[in-house]
T-cell receptor, first 112, second 111 residues
Framework: DTGVSQDPRHKITKRGQNVTFRCDPI?????LYWYRQTLGQGPEFLTY????????KSRLLSDRFSAERPKGSFSTLEIQRTEQGDSAMYLC??????????FGSGTRLTVV | DQQVKQNSPSLSVQEGRISILNCDYT??????FLWYKKYPAEGPTFLIS?????DKNEDGRFTVFLNKSAKHLSLHIVPSQPGDSAVYFC??????????FGTGTRLTVIP
């Protein structure tokens, strides 16, 4: 068990391009979360999956964002038509219970 | 609306002394409070939590105190070690599944 794995670690993209990030949670964890962290701020909740079901979505998750967890294992977060305001660290976390997530190291997105 | 607030962006403490990190919240529906530690280029690491029905939880050098009437919690680290230098985030759960984080306090432990 190597913890929560996120790929890529860094992504630079041009404004208007689509990007996709992947998260592999700890294998026995049925809960998976996506958060976004901008400079000087704490992480902000984006969405939550229990197994393959997306149960909660934040208002931050605009229609340009979509997340999936097709077989209840890994998850992807796609951002369409990226904007400079999307530049942030995207963090994935997983857990068995509501308390005490394990976070991955994040994907740092830079939109130029 | 920042429901969890950490008003001190930074704190410096001598090695061996106590570090006290503070956090205030506004939402009385929070039922769990957590502290996370973050090193550069890594995700946050869970440190310690406390249920809203308790006022203290201790784990080794780390103790979290909760004052519900004041909507305030604090993390005490005793004794502080240079390896404790990191950004510390306070977070809270509102009975749902999404954590609300504060903006973090950067702790520097001076050898």
């Amino acid at each position: 068990d190597t913890g929560v794995s996120q790929d890529p670690r860094h992504k630079i993209t041009k404004r208007g391009q689509n990007v996709t990030f992947r998260c592999d949670p700890i294998s026995e964890h049925n809960r998976l979360y996506w958060y976004r962290q901008t400079l000087g701020q704490g992480p902000e909740f984006l969405t939550y999956f229990q197994n393959e079901a997306q149960l909660e979505k934040s208002r931050l998750l605009s229609d340009r964002f979509s997340a999936e967890r097709p077989k209840g294992s890994f998850s992807t977060l796609e951002i369409q038509r990226t904007e400079q305001g999307d530049s942030a660290m995207y963090l994935c976390a997983s857990s068995l219970a509501r308390v005490g997530y394990t976070f991955g190291s994040g994907t740092r997105l830079t939109v130029v | 609306d920042q429901q969890v607030k950490q008003n001190s962006p930074s704190l410096s403490v001598q090695e061996g002394r106590i570090s006290i990190l503070n956090c205030d919240y506004t939402n009385s529906m929070f039922d769990y409070f957590l502290w996370y530690k973050k090193y550069p280029a890594e995700g946050p690491t869970f440190l310690i939590s406390i249920s809203s029905i308790k006022d203290k939880n201790e784990d080794g050098r780390f103790t979290v105190f909760l004052n519900k009437s004041a909507k305030h919690l604090s993390l005490h680290i005793v004794p502080s070690q240079p390896g404790d230098s990191a950004v510390y985030f306070c977070a809270a759960l509102p009975g749902a599944n999404n954590l609300f984080f504060g903006t973090g306090t950067r702790l520097t432990v001076i050898p």
